[in-house]
């Protein structure tokens, strides 16, 4: 599964940014699709996630103001991050769970990451 993500930049503190992502593998069927994040200088941690159901899943840090999308049709995912703060400067992840047709055993993969920075 390759994963193309785009829609990071720069952007004050308060803006919005969208981030997307499309997952590819046509012997692949796509499950649960996500972001994740990694400030600088910190670990990665979870962003948000949803199911091919459409069940979402946010990090505390993102409710309210960030929100996840997803179209099964194209395995894609957006990222809609409003009032953004300067601690949400990261690199954002996308990520996808994905199983070979026909198997049981699940992949990980990770898109290349994009940058997201918030000015104060």
């Known amino acids: 599964v390759q994963l193309q993500a785009s829609g990071g930049g720069l952007v004050q503190a308060g803006g919005s940014l969208r981030l997307s992502c499309a997952a590819s593998?046509?012997?692949?069927?796509?499950?649960?699709m996500g972001w994740y994040r990694q400030p600088p200088g910190k670990q990665r941690e979870l962003v948000a996630t949803?199911?091919?159901?459409?069940?979402?899943n946010y990090a505390y840090s993102a409710k309210g103001r960030f929100f996840i999308f997803r179209d099964n049709a194209k395995n894609t995912i957006d990222l809609q991050m409003n009032s953004l703060k300067p601690e949400d400067t990261a690199v954002y992840y996308c990520?996808?769970?994905?199983?070979?047709?026909?198997?049981?055993?699940?992949?990980?993969?990770w898109g290349q990451g994009t940058q997201v920075t918030v000015s104060s």
């Open positions: 593998g046509p012997e692949f069927r796509i499950g649960v």
């Open positions: 949803i199911t091919g159901g459409g069940i979402t």
């Open positions: 990520n996808t769970h994905a199983t070979r047709r026909g198997r049981s055993y699940e992949y990980v993969y």
